[in-house]
């Protein structure tokens, strides 16, 4: 490695990812792992989307929503598996400084758009299950576009203060990130500044999107759940018999 890694700076040009550095011998065998979800995953993803497309049938609620599902996934997957595995093959550690913080973002977000998406399907379970007969006036096209809209303007939104707090940190330590991606608790602790802020709001930010979906989530299951067993009978093995049948008494 360069001396550049243990210089003392104040912003760095370049971080160093490190990757797995306890297991260095085996990057080639670690790879194959990686390579073989990342294409599994790009190819699934893909498959979704033709057939969706192709499938007037499923043109439908559920389905739009499966599909953002899919290009997020496509998203966070691009933005973290090329760098490892070139970290792996290449050898190739650096990252720009821009790169670093880009990749970072867009990790973040991919994330949290990931968990508004089921939180949308979730409720789409519910107004089908629970309410079938609105749910073509409940969950139209325009609704559920405006829904995706609002899981991108959320997911950008809540992400967007860590790139500005991370932007204007002093960086005075080392520019090394033990990790095989550049995620944001990783560059809080190369910095040398006041970080209290960029901690209080990371922590923030996990426990209100985690807290907050997963509420929703179990809230629509609950509910769904609640609509399921309302329409078992009371007593099971009363409609299996039947009525009783009727016998005329002889006079």
Known sequence: MSDSNTTVFTN?????????????????????PFCITYAIAILGDFTILFIVKRETSLHRPLYYFLCMLAVT???LCTCTIPKMLSIFWLNSREIDFSACLTQMYFIHCFTVMESGIFVAMAFDRYVAICHPLRQSTTLTNSVVAKVGLAVVLCGDMLVLPY???ARQWPYCRTNIIPHS????MAMVKLACGDIRISIYYGLFLVFFVTGVDVF???MSYIQTLRAIFSLLPKTPGSRLLGPAPHTSVPS
């Open 12 to 32: 760095p040009s370049t971080f160093i990812l490190l990757g797995i550095s306890v297991l260095e011998v085996a990057n080639v065998w670690i790879s194959i």
């Open 181 to 184: 991606y550049c995620k944001h």
């Open 163 to 165: 790139l500005f707090l």
């Open 73 to 75: 996934d496509v998203a």
């Open 216 to 218: 929703f989530i179990a």
